[in-house]
């Protein structure tokens, strides 16, 4: 069994009830994912940083990216970790984006590692924020290096490199 946070929760049972509320959220419902979250994040002693990227997640989810942006700089602030910090910093990087801050999106997912399995959904997200600045060579290459996991890594990765070079390689 995991352990008891201070209302006598255990992290087990709270893991369980939040999977279980998201197999439930409906984007359209907007309040009932807003209630929804912050009846988790009630469950949890003040400022917990999972419960805080869950809020910040709801409101992410239902089209809030404003409240959402606050929330998860929070969160990592708080010292969320694991993969729920790597879906904070990709999250927040979106949320950035969508309110007209893809300087600071670009910024954050160039300074901040995230795991191995979430590299590739980073870099698209990278990648979208670059083309919004106009650097779209530098879009294309983030891009093509999310997909660069492939047998043909070698070869998409040296033609991005080429790209701004104004290069072609022939050789695959």
Known sequence: MGATDARGASDDVWEARVE???????????????????????????????????????????????????????ALAAGLGGRRADEAVIQLASSLRNVGRAADAVALLQSTSVSE????????????????????????????????STQYSAALVRYAA???????STEP
């Open 20 to 74: 279980a509320f998201w197999d439930g959220a409906q984007r359209d419902d907007v309040a009932g994912v807003i209630a929804g979250a912050q009846a988790l994040a009630e469950a949890r002693p003040a400022g917990d940083a999972a419960a805080l990227y869950e809020v910040a997640s709801a409101h992410d989810y239902v089209g809030r990216e404003a409240e959402a942006v606050v929330l998860y700089e929070r």
């Open 117 to 148: 399995a979430l590299a590739p959904a980073a870099a698209g997200f990278l990648a979208l924020a670059l083309h919004d600045l106009g650097r779209h060579s530098e879009a294309l290459e983030a891009a093509l290096g999310a997909v660069a």
């Open 162 to 168: 080429d790209l701004d070079r104004g290069e072609s």
